[in-house]
């Protein structure tokens, strides 16, 4: 069953993350046979998930039209580029920290408040609750790049030059309409249904959503004192934002699986992509994240920026976050691939 999703599992195999990575991947593969059907999420209100799906990804390109008009009109303050800044900063790190690094990969250690911290960021990220989102992307690696994977741009969709341009939007935004390969949550994170403190976050998604958007509505009142400035606010730390966020993030899947460098043969078309290592706090070293998949550093040169990594690093030196997963130099080299 070439490409069947090996679920969870697949990383809890590599407990020893100290080991090279993908020695345990074949092991993992042999031992445990997933049917295609038990790893897909069945959606419950199909129609209502591609609505919501739907206004959340067009809604802030609409209102980012706005937002030129608003600064045309010289109606943009600092104040409201800061908010900006610090939301994204917050839910971007909400996403790359806790979503993934964290909840998905274990790439450290930390208690249930910090938990519980990150796991509510990443939801304010309004990408959808916290266990869909790492169902998602745990089969993402289960398969990547072969049937199976929700969002890759190169298998299933034709050959020619417009497979290429079809692949390409299905990664970036057509998958988030399509529930036929959405990661099974019973399948791909058990242990996030069974853990009580990530539950809570992803049973009260919504809330968390709607408060990202309060949040610099609020600010945008306190410090401009007027409900202009407070709708202003929430225009750019609100939808402003969400589109940024949202399109990085879907990037990784499109870009970072298309264009870029390869420095390890992991099997699969993950790259390298410098130019938006900052905007998504150090994920587009996507390549090195398939070669080593619970490192919390994805960045691995010294020319490579990691915020996230750079975090982590903080957290583990001040308590709040143990046991990280920084793999050794040997190790990287012996796993490059060979020129």
């Known amino acids: 069953m070439p490409g069947a999703p090996r679920g969870w599992l697949f990383h809890r195999s590599m407990a020893n993350r100290d080991t090279a990575h993908m ?42 039209g706005v937002a030129g008009w608003q600064v045309w009109n010289e109606a943009l303050h600092l104040r409201d580029l800061m908010i900006l800044a610090v939301l994204y900063v917050a839910t971007t790190f909400g996403v790359t920290i806790g979503l993934h690094r964290l909840l998905t990969h274990r790439s450290f250690k930390t208690g249930p408040k910090m938990r519980a911290l990150w796991a509510i960021l990443g939801s304010m990220a309004i990408e959808g609750p916290v266990i869909s989102w790492v169902a998602d992307h745990r089969k993402h690696h289960a398969c990547s790049d072969t049937e199976g994977d929700p969002h ?24 988030l309409f399509i529930h036929t390969q959405r990661g099974s949550k019973e399948r791909f994170a058990p242990d996030l249904l069974a853990d009580p403190v990530v539950s809570f976050v992803n049973r009260t998604f919504f809330f968390w959503a709607i408060l990202s958007l309060l949040i610099p509505f609020g600010l945008g009142y306190a410090l401009g004192g007027t409900l202009d400035a407070a709708l202003a606010a929430l225009l750019w730390g609100g939808a402003v934002r969400v589109f940024l966020l949202h399109h990085a993030t879907y990037s990784i899947n499109s870009i970072c699986h298309t264009f870029g460098s390869r420095p390890y043969d992991t099997g699969d078309e993950s790259r390298n992509f410098a130019p938006l290592s900052l905007l998504t706090m150090g994920e587009s070293w996507h390549n090195n994240h398939h070669a080593f998949p619970t ?20 957290m583990e030196k001040t308590g709040l976050a143990w046991d990280a997963v920084w793999v050794p130099k040997e190790k990287q080299r012996q796993r490059r691939r060979k020129r």
Do not use: C, Y
């Open 295 to 314: 490192s919390a550093r994805h960045g691995l040169r010294a020319w490579q920026p990691d915020p996230s990594a750079a975090v982590i690093a903080a």
């Open 23 to 64: 020695e345990s991947a074949t092991q993992t593969t042999d031992a445990i046979r997933v049917p295609p059907a038990q790893a897909v999420q069945p959606v419950e209100n199909e129609a209502l998930d591609r609505f919501l799906t739907g206004t959340l990804t067009v809604a802030p390109i609409l209102l980012l």
């Open 152 to 175: 890759s741009p190169h298998h299933g969709h034709g050959e020619g030059p417009m497979a290429l341009v079809k692949g390409f939007t299905h990664a970036h935004v057509g998958w």
